[in-house]
């Protein structure tokens, strides 16, 4: 993969970045910027010119692409960075597919599910199969939490036993998930800094996974040394990206003192602050428990988060937030190990438990709720309410899979019902029972479908 930006354009990158950011994070200054833009810029210290930070209004069709007013100015070489940014996300989704191949199909059908219960929502999502937590709990507190992650409790600190613990349940991880393991985090319900140790379980993270994995912090203000010190890294890869959760005005005009545009060029800045012009917060954890309003979910985790502290692995999707999954994930369960070797056992258990990628005859199965279909010639097309769409071939034995949606959206039939009933309709045609088979499981595949018994 190429880096992210030239490095002859970082310096540029990183001052029409800041300035986004003075515009995302302070509030005033886009009234400032809209009523005298050549002097305001001046007065803020920004060595740029008023066409660099230009930008027309985003279009409704591609609300990712930024465009440029003046495209012969440097505005054009940060859109470009932003593009590619975008398309990384792309990349981290397609490397992170599991290699193990019962997991592989019920990672595809968790994306799939995910499409129908969140539209578009479900585009930001990177579905990684594999992340760590190296704290029990989390020292900041954030109000905003999506997680609602508990207070701090212990930490993993990095001893001669521990860090032999820490490599081989990743050399055991990486040959059971494959490669895509090593697109995950640190981090989840946790603040990755609250580790003294981060540094060193970071140099073993990336000999196994060859990969930088990506910090999100609300303390930068506090690790600032070792910040200073990771920061370099990655800038010197071009690859990776950090985010800063910034949690006041005041934080982020710190922010801005203690490190240089260009020294943030590959860190996102996030402000999750009431008086900020954007703020980033989402209704889910604390923050939908609060409000009483839920809404989508701040989870990229599709798979297992090893708690190294408290040593238990749990297994994890994202999903609509709600009452009964008030942090937008779903915890399909989680166990305790006491060493690497139990650890993948216990990861292989739960493959063989929860990723059985076929419907069983006896299992009663409808349309997702909140799905509907429709016809167009030969072609099914599935749609949900958020923006979700599903289409399905005519190359693909269409009337077969018209007769059953029509049984799926009328309410729950098991999978034996199902084929028998459309069998009975092709009474004297020559109609193998397993092409319904296939077809009820590919349906199931593409994550349209739920069970009575609440398997997904």
């Not at 693909?396 to 899979?401: H, L, Q, R, V």
Request: charged content about 30%; hydrophobic content about 35%; some cysteine.
């Amino acid at each position: 993969m190429e880096r992210f930006a030239r490095k002859e354009d970082e310096y540029k990158i990183g001052w029409i970045k800041r300035f986004m950011e003075y515009e995302s994070m302070i509030p005033g200054f886009r009234e400032e910027i809209m009523n005298d833009p050549e002097n305001t810029l001046k007065k803020y210290g920004f060595p740029l010119a008023v066409e660099e930070v230009s930008f027309l209004p985003s279009d409704p069709e591609d609300i990712y692409t930024l465009r440029p007013a003046f495209p012969e100015s440097d505005a054009s070489k940060y859109a470009d960075f932003m593009r590619t940014k975008i398309s990384f996300r792309e990349e981290i989704k397609e490397a992170g597919t599991p290699a193990n191949d019962m997991m592989r199909k019920w990672h595809k059908r968790q994306k799939g599910r995910c499409l129908a219960e969140l539209g578009a929502r479900s585009d930001v999502l990177v579905y990684v199969p594999f992340t760590i937590e190296l704290a029990d709990g989390c020292s900041v507190g954030c109000k905003f939490c999506g997680l609602n992650a508990g207070q701090l409790k212990s930490v993993f600190r990095y001893t001669d036993e521990n860090a032999l613990l820490f490599n081989e349940v990743l050399s055991g991880v990486k040959e059971l998930i494959g490669d895509g393991a090593g697109c995950g985090t640190m981090y989840f319900a946790t603040e990755p800094l609250d580790n003294p140790d981060y540094e060193f379980f970071l140099k073993d993270y990336v000999r196994i996974f060859g990969k930088i994995p990506q910090i999100t912090t609300a303390t930068a203000l506090k690790h600032t040394e070792l910040l200073h010190r990771l920061l370099k890294e990655i800038n010197e890869e071009g690859k990776t990206i950090y985010r800063f959760s910034v949690l006041s005005e005041k934080d982020a005009l710190k922010v801005f003192e203690e490190f240089t545009p260009e020294e943030l060029v590959y860190t996102e800045l996030i402000p999750q602050y009431e008086n900020a012009p954007q703020s980033g917060f989402v209704n889910v954890g604390r923050k939908g428990k609060d409000s009483g309003e839920y809404g989508d979910t701040i989870s990229c985790v599709t798979g297992f988060i090893v708690n190294f502290s408290r040593k238990t692995v749990r297994l994890t999707a994202p999903t609509y937030a709600c009452e009964k999954y008030p942090t937008g994930e779903i915890i399909f369960e989680t166990a305790e190990f006491t060493d690497a070797g139990s650890c993948i056992d216990v990861m292989k258990a739960m493959i063989s438990k929860y990723m059985s990628n076929i419907i069983g005859p006896k299992d009663r199965v409808r349309l997702k709720t909140g799905l509907t279909y429709r016809t167009e010639g030969d072609e099914i097309i599935v749609e949900g309410g958020k923006g979700a769409r599903f289409n399905i071939a005519a190359s693909e034995g269409s009337d077969i899979y018209k007769e059953m949606l029509v049984l799926f959206s009328s309410g729950y039939h098991t999978k034996r019902e199902i084929v028998a009933q459309i069998l009975s309709r092709y009474e004297g045609m020559l109609v193998r029972s397993d092409t319904f088979h296939y077809a009820i499981n590919r349906l199931w595949e593409l994550g349209i479908l739920e069970l009575e018994s609440g398997k997904v």
